[in-house]
């Protein structure tokens, strides 16, 4: 099923054209923001959420659906009541000749989450999630190192998950500009920091300067 979005329904301008064919707009993405909150709201609350006919909303979401936007529904767990509270991030170099294997091998992993080439340092990161270290000890050194496309690894345990978001949408980042470019009329804006105030004196805005503890220590007898 094909909608021409941006001729139907309530919603702003088109946000982006994906698919075969189905033109995302301000109503699309709205659905988008319900479904991720609750997969299985009902079409009557979903259009009520929206504020669209229950038709429209039934039209929409079987249209993001056969446009292949939504891809699929699953059960978000409690992975630490699921008995696998260890996470841990495996960085792995790979032999550049042996992609096709690296890929294969790793497919044949069910316990590996996640998996991303990148750039940088190593190739590839790994997600894995086990009962305990002992376990992600012994997949890195049992059976990734014994895979010979595999020429180095590096792993790093998460020691907490601050945030995990289903996904994002575009309507986020608008959202998150239209926050930062708002201010009261009349209102002074923000003072800029001055040169030389705080431990990061000239450094460009974004950036973090690390104090080691001895020079730490100095500063404060200064200002004391």
Wanted: net charge neutral.
């Amino acid at each position: 099923m094909t909608e021409m979005s941006s001729n139907s329904g309530s919603g702003g301008g088109a946000a982006g054209r994906i698919g075969i064919g189905l033109e995302l707009d301000a109503t699309h993405l709205k659905i988008l923001e319900v479904l991720r909150e609750n997969g299985r709201v009902s079409v009557s609350a979903l259009a009520e959420r929206v504020g669209i006919s229950r038709a429209n909303a039934y039209t929409r979401f079987e249209a993001l659906r056969a446009d292949g936007v939504i891809r699929r529904f699953t059960a978000e767990i409690d992975h630490q009541r699921a008995g696998l509270g260890i996470v841990a991030l495996i960085f792995v170099t790979v032999r550049q000749q042996m992609w096709r294997q690296f890929r294969a091998q790793l497919a044949q992993m069910p316990e590996v989450e996640y998996c991303a080439i990148t750039t940088g340092q190593h190739d590839a990161m790994i997600q894995v999630r086990m009962a305990d270290v002992a376990e992600v000890h012994a997949m890195v050194t049992e059976r990734l190192a014994n895979i010979p496309a595999v020429k180095a690894t590096e792993t790093v345990f998460i020691l907490d998950e601050v945030l995990r978001r289903p996904y994002v949408l575009p309507s986020d980042h608008e959202r998150e500009r239209g926050r930062g470019t708002s201010r009261r009329p009349g209102s002074a804006p923000s003072p800029e920091p001055e040169q030389g105030q705080g431990h990061g004196q000239g450094l460009p805005l974004g950036k973090m300067r690390f104090v080691g503890a001895a020079e730490g220590r100095a500063a404060l007898r200064d200002e004391s």
